[in-house]
């Protein structure tokens, strides 16, 4: 069966053994996208009958993750444990509640979230937000000195990213310009960063760097970077290293622990589907939380009394021992692990949505998963191929020609669910406006990106058929200068029911 056809999509899907998950999430149906209101009705949305309404082709969990149908029901309790047992609900069990007393609610996500990252549950605390969590873990892990105290980062790191590492440079009195280390590609014709480039750049500022930080997975190339080779090569020249996972966190399979990285943070809002700004996520290897009881001798004039060693921080009091957080009495005794880096109480709101998308996780495996994710964006990059191979015929028969490139590795393993589609110059806009209007969801990032992520606990091998067939019409409007800056578009493309790859 010729693979670039609605039939083979479907028989695909049909053959899935993770196809099902779709049902945990509420896909946004393409009336909904296109109305004004929330509702159709005055109804409530679950009573409203939005089911029958034809879904989007949603492809942004990368950027905002569709909600669990679960999300809702959990946060109902939620709601309704305030409502009915006002500060109680810190600590009494409730029978008929699927939550646990708030006071745990950040305990009760982190073996869940510790198994998606590879981590000992003790490595992982939910916590803060990502950006709030890079600046944490930077204060307690870059530590420059006289020799060494300069960050290597990405040349286009994530713009927060950029700000914060900055910002350490500068709160520590040093100049940016020359404390900041910055990787860029090798040529103006490539967008990624290879690892025999990265570590060559690590081996070249190696006396000197303090810190290196890069992301799992690229927010804009959608490239994944080796993390166990480039976190084993910096280390052993001394450099501490994190890890931005913000793109990588439910997405590719990860071993933190084993991979012997210092440290990392994510947010949840991207493939972990806990609604956009929820917590965050934090990573600090065993070796950094450990917490020592040490009784000094008696004649160093210590009196005996217990002191503790651990890692310093910025501390606050929900990262204190559960025994002293409510004993009000000012000594500072870490929770040995990632939860001693805790300052506050968490959002339970937050927390609940975060449960809720790890209920859905827990039906599967991160391995499962990244091995439909692989198969799923392979088949987006085959259609995507075949599309520029037309585009390239059209060219040398009448003109238009190619409309875009493929900027993410073609590598299955240098790359997560997203691919990044480089548009021809001046396309973008009537591109996108096309996309909107057929009800495919997609994000651009600027100049000239398109990027489109398979997730693989909803998307499924139709919607990646239905993307490239409407983004293949896209193209077309596009070049001829329809679509974009205001101009009307047709939508709908009824009348082509069959594979794009059998128009000809
Ligand atoms: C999404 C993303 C962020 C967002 O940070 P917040 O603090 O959650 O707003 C930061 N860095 C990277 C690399 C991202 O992809």
């Not at 809720?356 to 599967?364: C, E, G, H, I, N």
């Not at 983004?471 to 679509?483: D, P, S, T, Y």
Request: aromatic share 8%; glycine share 8%.
């Amino acid at each position: 069966m010729d693979i670039f056809t609605e039939a083979y999509a479907t028989q695909q899907d049909s053959q899935d053994p993770l196809t099902h998950l779709r049902s945990n999430f509420l896909i946004p149906s393409k009336a909904d996208l296109a109305r004004k209101t929330l509702h159709p009705s005055a109804a409530p949305r679950e009573e409203a009958g939005q089911q029958d309404e034809e879904a989007s082709i949603y492809l942004c969990g990368n950027s905002l993750g569709l909600q669990p149908t679960l999300t809702r029901k959990y946060m109902q309790q939620y709601l309704d444990t305030w409502a009915a047992k006002g500060v109680y609900g810190h600590f009494k069990d409730i029978e008929d509640s699927s939550l646990v007393p708030w006071l745990h609610v950040d305990d009760d996500c982190v073996p869940e979230m510790a198994k998606i990252v590879g981590a000992l549950p003790d490595e992982v605390a939910v916590m803060q937000t990502l950006t709030a969590n890079l600046h944490l873990m930077m204060a307690s892990f870059y530590r420059p000195t006289k020799e060494r105290y300069k960050i290597i980062l990405e040349g286009k790191a994530f713009p927060s990213d950029h700000y914060a590492i900055e910002s350490h440079i500068r709160y520590h009195n040093l100049d940016p310009s020359e404390a900041m280390l910055l990787i860029s590609p090798d040529n103006s014709n490539t967008y990624t960063l290879s690892t025999p480039q990265i570590l060559s750049f690590i081996d070249a500022h190696a006396p000197t760097t303090a810190l290196l930080l890069l992301p799992g997975v690229q927010f804009y190339t959608g490239q994944s970077f080796d993390i166990p080779a480039i976190t084993a090569h910096a280390r052993s020249k001394g450099i501490t290293v994190g890890w931005d996972l913000a793109h990588a966190a439910g997405n590719v399979a990860l071993k933190l622990h084993d991979w012997d990285v210092d440290f990392a943070a994510w947010c949840t809002y991207k493939y972990l589907n806990c609604g956009p700004g929820a917590i965050g996520g934090c990573f600090v290897h065993e070796r950094h939380g450990k917490v020592k009881q040490k009784t000094p001798p008696k004649e160093s004039g210590g009196g005996g009394e217990p002191m503790i060693e651990y890692r310093p921080r910025l501390a606050g009091w929900w990262g204190s021992s559960k025994s002293s957080r409510f004993a009000m009495t000012n000594s500072f005794v870490p929770i040995p692990g990632a939860a001693g880096f805790q300052l506050s109480n968490p959002s339970v709101a937050d927390t609940t949505a975060l449960r809720a998308s790890l209920d859905v996780f827990k039906l599967t495996s991160m391995e499962a998963l990244r091995g439909r994710s692989v198969k799923l964006t392979g088949y987006l990059q085959e259609s995507l191929d075949r599309l520029a191979e037309e585009q390239d015929k059209e060219q040398e028969q009448e003109g238009g020609g190619r409309c875009f490139s493929i900027i993410t590795p073609r590598e299955p393993e240098q790359r997560g669910a997203q691919i990044s589609v480089l548009l021809k110059s001046g396309l973008l806009d009537a591109v996108m406006e096309s996309l909107e209007a057929a009800g495919v969801v997609v994000d651009e990032r600027r100049p000239g990106v398109i990027r489109v992520a398979p997730a693989p606990l909803y998307n499924t091998y139709k919607d990646v058929y239905m993307f490239v067939k409407e983004f293949r019409l896209a193209c077309q409007r596009a070049v001829r200068g329809e679509g974009g800056q205001g101009g009307s578009v047709m939508v709908g493309g009824g009348k082509e029911d069959k594979g794009w790859s059998e128009i000809k």
